[in-house]
């Protein structure tokens, strides 16, 4: 007896909610997969995809790499003879797959739903409200030149850090697990380690290479109103790197060498910081205004866009004031702003697995999975 197909039509309603267009538009020509610069012949996507959510099949569309895969670069919808928007499709599916693997669930929906946004916001800045009253400064500023480590210890920020850090590291392990597993049980392969893709998936992702292809594999000339979004993104990406390499650098000469806070602005690490941090808030305007203008052509942007583009965008600033009010030594405004900017930190990292940032784990999974499995996988 042939296995009947069970249609989960929650979840197409779920995906519908997300930004994905009209489904009854795509009558699966095939142009979206034929165009795209990155679909291969073992794995073609999107128009696999848009049937699997037609159809509702949740489980298969979830369980599959190319979701991942997929670097949102809309040459599939510019050339979409119906309009049926393929590549709104695909973003919606990874924006929902992220609640799906998500550990513990609960987060999961926190972080993708509007309405539980002061509450995230609420525990890093409790946390932190309850720290300052601890030390006595809550209401009592440190006397003297700003210095923020004579407000915040150093020591009692990274102990927060790392405790959430540590709890965020295991629940973004998990959802690796969850997806790579569905990717195993849907796409076949034996779900062996992918120890020898590891070091080609990083360095492919460290030159951006899949978006590089995008750009340089052009399938005509209709403009497809992601032009920007290779260069923005690396400009995000290595700017990121960037800030990071300063708070490390910046912990390693406090700890290791002494050399206690704040550095003097011509110093290589506040420079790296300085230039990594106009790196990242260019680029963000750049996303922002092309998803306003570009908005009806390129795809309708999601809750969770915005909330990835306003954190980082927030964390950046936030840190760059509170630079600025050190230097102009404005005691009333540098202390709080500083606290403010920890907020943003602890949302923008301790969130990662549960918020659009989640693509560091998801997509690295989904090219591991892809380099390390044989041929045939995925042409199921």
């Known amino acids: 007896m042939p296995a009947l197909v069970s249609a989960d039509l929650g979840f197409k309603r779920e995906i519908l ?29 999107p128009r696999k995809e848009m049937i699997w959510v037609q159809w509702g099949l949740k489980e298969r569309a979830l369980g599959n790499s190319s979701i991942w895969l997929c670097h949102q670069c809309a040459t599939c919808t510019a050339y979409c003879p119906r309009d049926a928007k393929p590549a709104s499709l695909m973003a919606a599916l990874r924006d929902y797959s992220i609640q799906h693997f998500a550990v513990p669930a609960f987060m999961g929906r926190a972080v993708s739903d509007p309405r539980f946004l002061p509450l995230l916001f609420a525990v890093p800045a409790l946390i932190f409200l309850a720290l300052l009253a601890s030390l006595g400064h809550l209401g009592r500023l440190p006397e003297g030149p700003v210095v923020f480590s004579k407000f915040l210890p150093i020591i009692h920020i990274e102990i927060v850090f790392m405790a959430a850090m540590t709890l965020s590291g295991l629940g973004a392990l998990a959802g690796g697990v969850r997806y790579w597993r569905a990717m195993t049980l849907h796409m076949g392969g034996d779900g062996r380690a992918p120890t020898q893709a590891l070091v080609p998936t990083v360095l492919g992702i460290l030159r951006h290479r899949k978006f590089a292809e995008c750009r340089s594999r052009p399938a005509g000339t209709r403009q497809t109103f992601k032009e920007h979004l290779h260069p923005t993104h690396l400009a995000v990406f290595w700017g990121f790197l960037g800030l990071v390499a300063t708070t490390t650098s910046v912990g390693i000469g406090i700890y290791a060498f002494g050399y206690l806070t704040p550095w003097p602005l011509w110093h290589p690490v506040k420079i790296l910081g300085n230039a990594s941090g106009v790196a990242v808030v260019g680029a963000l305007l750049v996303f922002g205004y092309r998803r306003v203008a570009d908005a009806e052509r390129a795809g309708k942007s999601t809750y969770s866009d915005w909330l990835f583009l306003v954190v980082l965008g927030s964390t950046t600033l936030t840190g760059f004031l509170c630079q600025i009010l050190r230097l102009a030594d404005a005691r009333g405004a540098a202390y709080p702003m500083y606290v403010v900017h920890l907020v943003f930190v602890f949302v923008l990292l301790v969130y990662i697995p549960y918020s659009k940032f989640s693509h560091l784990v998801y997509r690295t999974t989904a090219m591991l999975y892809a380099a390390s499995a044989p041929p045939a996988n995925g042409a199921s």
């Open 17 to 45: 909610g997300r930004g994905a267009p009209d489904l009854t538009a795509c009558y699966q020509c095939g142009t979206c997969s034929v165009v795209c610069p990155i679909s291969t012949a073992d794995n073609p996507f």
